[in-house]
Structures are given as structure tokens and as C-alpha cells.
């Protein structure tokens, strides 16, 4: 009895391992490959349509006038709020009947936390500092990879706006 107890254990802790396995976690720089790859008018759809990284890219955007994106201080608050908001929504699950009888709709709500100021104002740190290529600011502000896969973006985006920027 016990050994049957133990190997079911097992057998069910090596199932639970591969399914964790298979989660993929969120990419922590995600707002700033929106804010710094995705054409404007697509992180202002997402934005309006609720999805809490494009208003932050979209804040991020405004506060250091890049991509034409005009600077509105109003507009940069309400982005950063709204950002920080939990959003929810639902989504449908449709069980099938077993042995020919009718299937049943489950409606499944589900709760996307805001970003945290913090996290929102490391980002911002970490942006500038991918923009500027100082990379003693980017070890300490931005996720390991950072550097090599938004630096040269990054460094383009800000040379860009530096052109497209009238002098005074």
C-alpha cells in the first residue's frame, strides 16, 4: 500500500513539473520592444483596447517625443494610470458532452494586474540608458540581454528623433 502511495506521488509530482515546464514567463521587456519596434498607430489601437504594456510604451513614447509622438503631460498621466490599472476580462470555454448530450459554455474571468510604478520607472531608466548606450546604467536597470537585443534599436529610435528634432 505504501509503495503504491509513493509511486503515485511520483507519477503526479512528475506530471505537475511538466506542466510548469511549459509556462512560459512574461518578458519583463516587452513595453519597451513595443515602445521602441511596433508602428505607432498599433500601440495606440492596443492602448485604447486596454493592453497595459502598450499604454505604457505609448507613455514612454510621449514623455521623450520619440517616434512623433507629441509630449502632453495630461496624456502621459492618464497613459501611466490607466497602465497601473488592473484590467479584466472573460473568456469562453466550450466542454464538449461525453456519449452525444450537450456540451456546456463556461465563462472564465480573468484579472491582468497594472505595472507597478517601480517597475514602470525602471523601464523608463532602462530605456534612456539603452538609447544613450550606457551600460553600466543598463547592467544595474535592465534585464540580462537587454544591451543585445534593444540597444541598437534603441540607439536608432533616439538618433532619429535627434534628426527629426527643430532646433530652437
Do not use: W
Not at 93 to 118: C, D, E
Amino acid at each position: 500500500m505504501r509503495r503504491l502511495f509513493r509511486s503515485s506521488l511520483a507519477v503526479g509530482l512528475l506530471a505537475l513539473c511538466g506542466c510548469a515546464s511549459l509556462v512560459r514567463p512574461a518578458d519583463p521587456l516587452a513595453p519597451l520592444t513595443l515602445a521602441f519596434t511596433a508602428p505607432v498607430v498599433e500601440i495606440e489601437t492596443r492602448a485604447n483596447s486596454g493592453d497595459n504594456a502598450a499604454r505604457y510604451a505609448l507613455s514612454f513614447l510621449s514623455i521623450h517625443a520619440l517616434r512623433g509622438v507629441s509630449p502632453d503631460a495630461d496624456r502621459i498621466e492618464e497613459l501611466r494610470r490607466s497602465a497601473a490599472a488592473s484590467t479584466s476580462y472573460t473568456i469562453t470555454q466550450y466542454i464538449p458532452a461525453v456519449g452525444g448530450g450537450t456540451g456546456r459554455v463556461n465563462l472564465i474571468p480573468i484579472t491582468q494586474a497594472g505595472m507597478s510604478s517601480g517597475v514602470m520607472t525602471a523601464l523608463d531608466v532602462c530605456g534612456l540608458a539603452l538609447m544613450r548606450d550606457a551600460a553600466s546604467v543598463v547592467k544595474v536597470f535592465c534585464p540580462e540581454g537587454a544591451a543585445e537585443r534593444l540597444g541598437p534599436v534603441a540607439r536608432q529610435v533616439a538618433a532619429e528623433s535627434a534628426a527629426s528634432t527643430p532646433l530652437p
